[in-house]
Nanobody, 128 residues
Framework: QVQLVESGGGLVQAGDSLRLSCEAS????????MGWFRQAPGKERECVAA????????YYPDSVKGRFTISRDNAKNTVYLQMNSLKPEDTAVYYC?????????????????????WGQGTQVTVSS
């Protein structure tokens, strides 16, 4: 049984930073790509960062590029999302997810249907 536990969310002011963590269990963590998604009320779930199985390939949409950084520590079965220069439009519930098993270890998946398991989510609220 795969379990993902996110932590690190909270209420911050615009311009502040947060680091989200997601600890995984139930799989050989290093064999899978990982991703962070967010969903604001009334909006679709969107990928804000993804990292390949190898850890060498990352993906960011333009909305967060240069502000967010994803990383992984396979020894700790943990993926991180460092968020800097936060904006009110970053307010959402943030989810981490485990990618589907792939032969290609050098791809960072970026759509929800490329992921098998999801965490429960952590709220990030950025006030102006």
């Amino acid at each position: 049984q795969v379990q993902l536990v996110e932590s690190g969310g909270g209420l911050v002011q615009a311009g502040d930073s947060l680091r989200l963590s997601c600890e995984a269990s139930g799989r050989t963590f290093s064999n899978y790509a990982m991703g962070w998604f967010r969903q604001a009320p009334g909006k679709e779930r969107e990928c804000v960062a993804a990292i390949s199985q190898s850890g060498t390939i990352t993906y960011y949409p333009d909305s967060v590029k240069g502000r967010f950084t994803i990383s992984r520590d396979n020894a700790k079965n943990t993926v991180y999302l460092q968020m800097n220069s936060l904006k009110p439009e970053d307010t959402a519930v943030y989810y981490c997810a485990v990618g589907t098993l792939r032969d290609d270890g050098y791809y960072a998946p970026r759509t929800p249907d490329e992921y098998d398991f999801w965490g429960q989510g952590t709220q990030v609220t950025v006030s102006s």
